[in-house]
């Protein structure tokens, strides 16, 4: 009479988790509600701060001369895909 089955001991297993759950679950749930309104002005900080750097009168220029050469090298790249030198010269050491 002293064992248990096992649905019992899943029972018990049950019921001793679930107060722990809901203490976990209440604790999250604070936690959550008391850093919710930091994490968000930290947010916003950090994206008003890299715009100002990013916008900069002095970085903006630079940041836009990258862009437009980078796209010039795309478009001339595509256009004039460079031929794959390796596969030159092992043809030619064949012949």
């Known amino acids: 009479m002293g ?3 096992y649905g019992q001991m899943l029972i018990e297993g049950f019921v001793r988790a679930i107060p722990w759950a809901i203490v976990f679950s209440i604790t999250i749930v604070l ?3 008391m850093l ?3 994490v968000k002005r930290v947010i916003q900080y950090t994206i008003q ?3 100002d750097a990013v916008l900069d009168e002095q970085v903006f220029p630079k940041i836009k001369q990258n862009v437009k050469e980078a ?3 795309t478009v001339k790249t595509v256009n ?4 794959p ?3 030159q010269e092992k043809a030619k050491g064949k012949k």
Do not use: D, G, I, L
């Not at 004039?80 to 031929?83: R, V």
């Open 3 to 5: 064992e248990k089955t």
């Open 71 to 73: 796209v010039e090298y």
């Open 80 to 83: 004039n895909p460079p031929k």
């Open 36 to 38: 919710a309104p930091k």
């Open 31 to 33: 936690t959550a509600n």
């Open 49 to 51: 701060a890299s715009m």
């Open 85 to 87: 030198q390796a596969k």
